[in-house]
C-alpha cells in the first residue's frame, strides 16, 4: 500500500505566497516523478509542475517565475513553494507520484484546498 499526504494548503491574499509539502509512504522500492496538479470547480486537473528522481523539473505556463517545485528523496518528500499568488490559482491541488513498487504506477494524493482571495 503507497500513500501521499498533502499538507500546506489554506487561505492567502493575492501576491502571497504558501508551501505544500506531500509526503509518500509504504511499500515503495523506488520513486519516479512526483509533482502537483490542480483543478478549479467545472475545470479539468491540469499539471502544475513536476520533478523528476534525478532533480529535471518541468512547469506549467502559468506558474514559471512564481511557483519552485523540490524534492527530497531521503525523505520523499516533495514541496511546491508557491509565490506571487493570484485567485486564479484557487483550486484543489493533489500530489502526485509514479512510484515503483512490483511495477510503476500513478498515485495521488486526496488533495489540499488553496484559495487566493481578499
Known amino acids: 500500500q503507497v500513500q501521499l499526504v498533502e499538507s500546506g494548503g489554506g487561505l492567502v491574499q493575492p501576491g502571497g505566497s504558501l508551501r505544500l509539502s506531500c509526503a509518500a509512504s509504504?511499500?515503495?522500492?523506488?520513486?519516479?516523478?512526483m509533482g502537483w496538479y490542480r483543478q478549479a470547480p467545472g475545470k479539468q486537473r491540469e499539471l502544475v509542475a513536476l520533478?523528476?528522481?534525478?532533480?529535471?523539473?518541468n512547469y506549467a505556463d502559468f506558474v514559471k517565475g512564481r511557483f519552485t517545485i523540490s524534492r527530497d528523496n531521503a525523505k520523499n518528500t516533495v514541496y511546491l513553494q508557491m509565490n506571487s499568488l493570484k485567485p486564479e490559482d484557487t483550486a484543489v491541488y493533489y500530489c502526485?507520484?509514479?512510484?515503483?513498487?512490483?511495477?510503476?504506477?500513478?498515485?495521488w494524493g486526496q488533495g489540499t484546498q488553496v484559495t487566493v482571495s481578499s
Open positions: 520533478v523528476t528522481s534525478g532533480g529535471n523539473t
Open positions: 509504504g511499500n515503495i522500492f523506488r520513486i519516479n516523478a
Open positions: 502526485y507520484g509514479n512510484i515503483l513498487r512490483s511495477m510503476a504506477a500513478d498515485y
